[in-house]
Structures are given as C-alpha cells and as structure tokens.
C-alpha cells in the first residue's frame, strides 16, 4: 500500500519518460520476488486509481516498473549467493545498492526499447531525453533501497526474506 503512495512522487521529463524511485528491490529482498510483484502491481493499481498513470499502460508499466526491477534483483540476490560471499556486506552492496540500482537501468532500458519499437519517440529522442540521464537515476535508486536494506538487516534482519543469515556467522 505504501510503495502505491511512494510511486505517486516522480518527475516528468516527456509524456511515457518519468522518473520515480521504484522500491522492488526492497520489497524483493523482503518478500521474495513472487510478492514483490504482486505488490508492485497492487501499487500500480493504486496509481491508475489516483490518476496518476492511464489504465490502458497498465501492461507496459507492469511490466517495466514491477517485472523487470524485481526479476533483476531477484537474479543479483541468487548471483550473490552462489558465490557464497560471508561476508554480510555483500548482501547489503550486491543486493541492496547495486541491486537496485542495475534493475533501474535495466528497466529504462526496456521502457526505451519499448517506446522506440512503439514509434512513440525516435532513438536519438529517448537518449537525449533519458538515457544519457539513466546514471543519474541509478544513484538515488540504489542509495533509497541500499540504505533501507541496511536498516532492515542491522534492527530487523528477519524480515528479509532473502537473507539467510547463518551464511554470515
């Protein structure tokens, strides 16, 4: 319900090109990436309610908001623990920080390759408008999840999920 209210705060740059923190992979880490779609697509709900995206980009932006950011941090999580790190900083810095931010680039990545395959914006458009700022993104987005994931794992390291904390005994 929460990350419905967070998604309602963003920045437009051109119609179908806005900026907003998208929080999966928190809620990845935290549920599983099986409820952190569900999640973000009951939090999509919410922002097509309020008006803030139109019902008939439901789809897309399931897709791109929802299935890509916690498919990508589903798959750094699992890449992180089959390299076995012990070290509990690597779930915070793979998973967190980086993990986010990577499913951020990832995802405007494909909501550009969408966009351009569409015909709604020419290629030199979308890198112009977006992709040259997509570094920018990623720092916000990994630093909003990272610190989160930190935060969680120090006072309530039970309510991820994802960590399995008898490999950082």
């Known amino acids: 319900m929460a990350l419905g209210f967070i998604w309602q705060l963003r920045a437009g740059i051109s119609p179908g090109l806005s900026i907003h923190i998208f929080g999966i992979t928190l809620i990845t880490l935290m549920l599983g990436w099986r409820l952190a779609v569900l999640c973000g697509l009951l939090a999509l709900v919410i922002t ?7 019902l008939i980009a439901f789809a897309a932006n399931g897709l791109v908001t ?7 941090s589903h798959g750094i999580m699992r890449w992180e623990r089959k390299r076995n790190f012990r070290n509990f900083f690597a779930y915070i810095f793979f998973c967190g920080f980086f993990g986010a931010g990577i499913s951020v680039a990832v995802a405007g990545v494909v909501m550009c390759l969408m966009l351009w395959s569409a ?3 020419t290629f030199g458009e979308l890198i112009h408008e977006y992709l040259r700022y997509l570094p920018l993104f990623m720092l916000p987005e990994g630093f909003v999840n ?3 994931v930190t935060g969680l794992m120090v006072f309530h390291p039970d309510r991820l999920k994802t960590l399995d904390q008898s490999r950082y005994r």
């Open 66 to 72: 929802v299935m890509v950011p916690a498919l990508v």
């Open 119 to 121: 015909g709604v914006y």
């Open 48 to 54: 097509v309610i309020t008006g803030r995206e139109p």
């Open 146 to 148: 990272g610190t989160f």
